[in-house]
């Protein structure tokens, strides 16, 4: 099976770099927010968008791991952090690819049974074959491709990249 990279090393540092301003020209007026990273490649990315919000911007970062089973699920969703720390704050849960939006709204749907100030969405790449009415506010890329290609995102040190298959 053929690799088709549809994005680069340069070309991921260019979107977290884009998408953490864009964070912050929301979160703005806060003091802190917490980037909730969904297990596995979401985590990467979000440590990735942290670490580009810290150095840009003067908001307290709280980095989050959410664990969902794949496989399952309505299986219990858990989090690195307790309840209290992200209770009532601003979050943004982050994932790498956005393909049904099967794990992306499970994991709204955890921080939903919460009381957050505001609660958005990233992802780096938007395949756009959803099942559930959901959306990243903040994205690398939108990708129309068909249902047999898949996508994958490759997180290395200094050789990080996006290819199709």
Known sequence: MSQNIILNHQEIKHKITRIAYQ???TF?????????GIASNG?????KIATELEKISTLKV???????NKQNVNAPITTSLSIDQYENKSLVLVDDVLNSGTTL???????LEVPLKK???????D????????????KGISLSTSL???????????RDYAYLS
Do not use: M, S, W
């Open 23 to 25: 964070i912050y020209e």
């Open 28 to 36: 703005v007026d806060e003091e802190e927010v917490v980037i909730g």
């Open 43 to 47: 985590f990467v990315f979000a440590e």
């Open 62 to 68: 709280i980095l989050c791991e959410v664990y969902i």
């Open 105 to 111: 709204i499970y994991g709204v749907k955890h921080f």
């Open 119 to 125: 609660l958005k969405t990233a992802v780096l790449i």
């Open 127 to 138: 395949r756009n074959h959803k099942k559930y009415p959901v959306k990243a506010d903040f």
């Open 148 to 158: 047999q290609e898949h996508v994958q995102v490759v997180f290395e040190e200094k």
